[in-house]
């Protein structure tokens, strides 16, 4: 199998957790043969050619962030100047984000499959997972242990062609934390969390309380 692999995210690949998270993920999805070839969307002067290797496979791969609850813009610009295929190729996405739980993935999953159907593509799963914020502040043990599982999920992709195994189900973890745990970071949010934004608010000058609503 060979896999065209697009990272989605707006930052630059140096800096994309997304990226970080695919070298692991290729690591694994290569050890018995598979073969791919990557593009980033944040490269704008590559679209041309990430077109072309799109109308070229027939195996994508589209990984991806999460933003504001949402697909970056910067992918859905990208996305909004291919043309629907309708001859066989397949499309998976690996979903990635910063908070924790998987709930607030799932939206975004929906939409991936919505967009899998409108480029005339079977939709072959998402991998969705979060707690990834810290990859690009932290190296070491602690992100190479967090990012190696996806060594795995790279296996499965390479022995299923899809992301709907029962590990890859179970890689994404919690769905909801349990309500406890839900009371207590709501409080954090609101006491710790709000007095951090507000001295960030302050160290920038800002006169105005962080609710301040003018319109
Ligand atoms: C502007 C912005 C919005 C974000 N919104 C979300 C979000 O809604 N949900 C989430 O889980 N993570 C969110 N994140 C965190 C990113 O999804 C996370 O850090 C991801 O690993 C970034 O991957 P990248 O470096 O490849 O872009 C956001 C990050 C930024 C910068």
Redesign the pocket.
């Known amino acids: 199998m060979h896999v065209l692999i697009i990272n989605g ?3 630059v690949k140096k ?5 970080a998270i695919l070298e692991k993920f290729t690591e694994g999805l290569c050890e018995n043969g598979t073969t791919f070839e990557q593009f980033e969307i944040s490269d704008r002067d590559s679209w041309d050619r990430i077109r072309e290797a799109y109308y070229r496979n027939t195996e994508i791969l589209i990984a991806l ?5 949402c697909v970056p813009g910067l992918m859905m610009e990208f996305l909004e100047t291919l043309t629907p295929k309708g001859d066989g190729s397949r499309m998976s996405f690996l979903l ?4 924790i739980e998987g709930v ?2 799932r939206c975004g999953e929906a939409y991936l499959k919505i967009i899998a159907d409108k480029l005339g593509c079977e939709y072959m799963g998402t991998l969705v997972k ?1 707690d ?2 810290l ?2 502040f932290f190296k070491g043990e602690w992100i190479d242990e967090k990012v190696s599982a996806y060594a795995d999920m790279g296996r499965e992709f390479a022995a299923n062609g899809n992301f709907d195994s029962k590990a890859c189900k179970k890689f994404t973890g919690h769905e909801k934390f349990p309500l406890p745990v839900r009371i207590h970071v709501g409080h954090i949010l609101s006491t710790q969390a709000a007095k951090g934004f507000e001295m960030i608010a302050e160290a920038h000058e800002c006169d105005k309380p962080l609710d301040y609503k003018p319109y």
Do not use: A, C, H
Not at 96 to 99: A, D, E, S, Y
């Open positions: 995210s707006p930052r800096y994309s957790n997304t990226n962030p999460l933003y504001v609850e990635q984000g910063g908070f607030q993935l979060g990834n914020f990859i690009r």
